[in-house]
């Protein structure tokens, strides 16, 4: 049975917008601006959202919806799959969703070593069958102060670490993208440093928060969404997720990220969503929900401090950005 | 009388010309320059803009008004280049333009991107630099978009009216820097436009240069020239005519 009790940052039923309501609305508003369109009237310019496509087929059923899901109303599955940041496949927004043919998912492989016991190359067909997959709906909060409610497809990171011994001095898990400019076009220029990479402290590695997702909506993951399995860390920016993932290793040492490679004094290794601690480019104090208008206050931890605020008791945010 | 004739057929000409472009050529123009924000409007309204039309509202204003102050600034170099002067008669509006969407731009960032919070805005303006040189670069236009109008030139004096207009050049530079800061790693398309202001500048400089080493009298910028009582050679004059 599934017992689910509301957390206090969580927004109160009453304030969800049902589905069908909000695509009410949308309608209405389509056919008004046609209606504007008609008659010659210009204006009321930006209140346009894209147009609600069904859910895909459910690919990965049976899963267990997970008691950490958020009850937030899903960001439009179009939203989802065409505002992305993913620099390999172009750095416009709508890019990675056009270049996404090129990212060619078969063969695809794991490597999972340095300080583990049990070292393994772990072939994508045991990552999606050998694992038990669950529908973990969270808020993904980018840096650039932009929002979206996504409900993915994955399974803890924690099960995989258990399977392959983490050693006794082991503190640190560091990822990789895969480097294949063929595949990953993005990496013929050197936008950042190439392959992308980046970390977790081991304890948050272990979080049951933290997940590889291999799909979303339901569906596989799409290419611009980091197929065929990303990293997700709900209470961290969006950038610490890491897409397209072929490495992950542990190690005794902090490893390098990439963000903070190419701008230290912008992002860190922690990267933790904290309203409290500015950005240079972006104010952190509030975000726009994709698909809304009104700009809403950012919840420390994303709204997941609860559950993560414990990780970094003692720690100043501030100077551990 | 043969002169007289010829005279005349040169001034219907002149006339012929000046009504061409008082009434088709800057209509067209003029229309032509509200295409971006028709397009804009339309995709609003038929829900294009994307995920995040707040954003891609604001940054295709942006992008328009730094088009625009190209585009005005372009003028000068095509005319001489191209042996154009026509195209004099269009600056005035492509650099009101450039103002018109500098405007927008301002108003979709405070209106709609932060809703009128002028507490959140005051702080973008303060922590942000990119922010504050933007609007660095709007306080630098408004002045000129106020003395545009025919009175105001003969209010300042075609010569003061001309040295305050160089605060153009800033104006871009600030721009450019501002579009240039707002981008976190893929500098292609700032510096781009980044790059064609510095040509237009640079010819601007280069001209200069020319014009200073030739000899005082070949300084055609009326608010530069300090030293036109020299009197400029005979050579001078005759390559003046072409």
């Not at chain 1, 069904?54 to 439009?76: H, I, K, N, V, W």
């Not at chain 1, 952190?284 to 994709?290: G, M, P, S, V």
């Amino acid at each position: 049975m599934l017992i689910r009790s509301r957390k206090p940052t969580d927004p109160l039923p009453s304030a969800i917008t049902p589905r069908k309501h909000y695509l009410d609305r949308r309608r209405f508003m389509v056919a008004t601006a046609a209606a504007a369109a008609t008659t010659g009237t210009v204006g009321a310019v930006g209140v346009a959202v894209p147009k609600a496509r069904a859910r895909p087929a459910q690919r990965f059923d049976p899963f267990t919806l997970s008691p950490l899901s958020t009850d937030e109303s899903p960001t439009d599955y179009d939203a989802v799959t065409t505002y992305n940041n993913f620099y390999e496949l172009g750095t416009d927004k709508g890019d990675p969703a056009r270049n996404a043919d090129k990212l060619k998912t078969r063969p695809w492989a794991v490597v999972v070593d340095g300080l583990v016991q049990r070292p393994a190359t772990i072939a994508i067909e045991d990552l999606l069958t050998r694992f038990d997959l669950e529908e973990r709906i969270y808020r993904l909060r980018c840096v650039e102060a932009w929002s979206m409610v996504i409900p993915w497809v994955g399974f803890p990171l924690a099960a995989l670490l258990d399977r392959v011994e983490p050693l006794g001095h082991a503190r640190f898990v560091a990822f990789e993208t895969l480097l294949d400019p063929d595949r990953l076009p993005g990496q013929r220029r050197p936008i950042l440093e190439w392959p992308y990479v980046e970390g977790l402290r081991l304890d948050e590695a272990h979080h049951p928060l933290t997940i590889l997702a291999v799909g979303l909506y339901g569906d596989v993951l799409p290419g611009q969404n980091g197929a065929p399995v990303r990293l997700v860390v709900p209470w961290k920016y969006g950038f610490k997720s890491i897409k397209s993932i072929v490495r992950i290793s542990l190690t005794e040492h902090m490893p390098p990220t990439s963000w903070n490679r190419s701008a230290p004094d912008e992002y860190g290794f922690y990267a933790n969503v904290n309203p409290t601690v500015d950005h240079p480019r972006w104010s952190q104090r509030r975000e726009r929900r994709i698909g809304e208008f009104f700009r809403r206050d950012t919840l420390m931890f994303n709204g997941y401090a609860d559950e993560v605020a414990h990780l970094y008791a003692g720690m100043d945010l501030a100077t551990w950005y | 009388m043969v002169l007289t004739a010829r005279h005349d057929v040169r001034g219907r000409r002149r006339a012929g010309l000046d009504w061409g472009v008082r009434r088709v050529a800057k209509p067209v123009v003029f229309l032509a320059c509200l295409a971006p924000l028709a397009w804009l409007g339309w995709l609003a309204m038929a829900g294009g803009l994307g995920a995040n039309p707040i954003e891609a509202v604001v940054r295709d204003l942006g992008s328009w008004a730094l088009r625009f102050l190209l585009l005005s600034l372009a003028i000068t170099p095509a005319r001489q280049a191209l042996n154009l002067p026509v195209l004099m008669r269009f600056r005035r509006m492509l650099g009101l333009f450039a103002f018109f969407y500098a405007s927008l731009h301002v108003l979709a960032y405070v209106g709609l991107d932060q809703f009128f919070d002028w507490t959140a805005v005051w702080e973008d303006i303060v922590k942000r630099a990119y922010i504050a040189v933007g609007l660095g670069a709007f306080i630098v236009l408004l002045p000129l978009a106020i003395t545009s109008t025919k009175a105001m030139i003969k209010r300042l004096g075609g010569r003061r009216w001309q040295r305050l207009h160089t605060l153009v050049y800033p104006a871009a530079a600030l721009a450019a820097v501002h579009y240039v800061m707002m981008v976190k790693a893929d500098l292609r398309e700032p510096l781009l436009y980044a790059g064609i202001l510095a040509l237009l500048l640079g010819w601007r400089l280069v001209a200069r240069v020319r014009r200073v080493r030739r000899g005082p009298a070949h300084q055609a910028w009326p608010g530069s020239s300090a030293r036109t009582s020299v009197k400029p050679p005979e050579t001078a004059v005759a390559t003046r005519g072409r």
